[in-house]
């Protein structure tokens, strides 16, 4: 009986340690990318959001932020794409300590569009990361900052 | 500051924009206080989640790098005129909240 039990014990303990791998992928989207918030680099945060660092860059999608920000706390940033089966649009600013300003997730009745105001710790590109069923696709614009906006 | 939430929606030719107002200090951990000299504690919302009848619409998940006073807005399909869309937020506090946000 005792036997049994160990194998099966040892049977799940292999099963839940080669499912972590796909977990990863298979990730809720539904849930906050806590890792991908705390990523130091542009590269570390597309690793975190999607275990994958190949983008290609696109014209199907368009940011609008202004050429000057005076005030770096502020920046209005908007962001649409074209492209079908969006499933998430991420705001990158590779020059903020934690690249990662926002993830949002498009569920099929959304429309492939993101707006709202972002920090800016100084002059720097905002760059749309957007991810489709089967890739990743990203645009960036430069923000010309004159009064940083992390810290004063 | 208190915090709250509201928004608006409005639908046109099928398509509904929402638009949505937090008051929220915001602070990404980052920040020195003036007076004091010390580092004012990370406080800020983490995550919206908006549903209209159960259906999720809009997932935002934040950083501390978004503006004080979130200002959210989004798009998706109609019709809903109406109908009442769940905004619901979480902060990295332990904060919550939520607004009804009717399509008009």
């Known amino acids: 009986m005792l036997l049994k039990r160990r194998l099966i014990m040892k049977g799940l303990a292999l099963l839940l340690a080669s499912s972590q791998s796909l977990v990863v992928f298979a990730q809720n989207i539904f849930t906050r990318p806590d890792k991908a918030f705390e990523s130091k680099s542009q590269e570390d945060v597309l690793k975190a959001l999607f275990g994958d660092t190949r983008v290609t860059v696109s014209d199907q999608i368009e940011i609008k932020v202004p050429e000057i920000a005076e005030n770096g706390s502020t920046v209005p940033v908007s962001i649409s794409a074209e492209m079908e089966n969006v499933e998430s649009i991420s705001i990158v600013v590779s020059i903020n300590n934690k690249p990662l300003a926002g993830n949002f997730v498009i569920p099929p009745r959304a429309y492939p569009f993101v707006s709202t105001r972002i920090k800016m710790g100084k002059s720097g590109n905002v760059i749309a990361v957007v991810k489709t069923k089967d890739q990743l696709f990203m645009a960036e614009k430069p923000v010309k900052v004159t009064l940083g906006g992390c810290g004063g | ?104």
Not at chain 2, 7 to 13: C, N, Q, T, V
Not at chain 2, 45 to 62: G, K, Q, R, S, W
Not at chain 2, 64 to 78: C, D, R, T
């Open chain 2, 1 to 104: 500051m208190q915090t709250a939430i509201r928004g608006k929606a409005k639908e046109r030719d099928g398509v509904v924009t929402a638009k949505i107002l937090m008051t929220h200090p915001m602070e990404s951990g980052l920040r020195k206080d003036k007076d004091t000299g010390k580092v004012v504690p990370a406080h800020f919302v983490e995550e919206i989640l908006c549903t209209i009848n159960d259906e999720t619409i809009y997932a935002a998940y934040l950083a501390g790098a978004i503006s004080k006073n979130p200002y959210l807005s989004f798009k998706f399909k109609g019709p809903a005129k109406g109908q009442i869309i769940k905004a619901v937020w979480r902060d990295n506090q332990g904060g919550q909240g939520s607004a009804d946000i009717e399509v008009r």
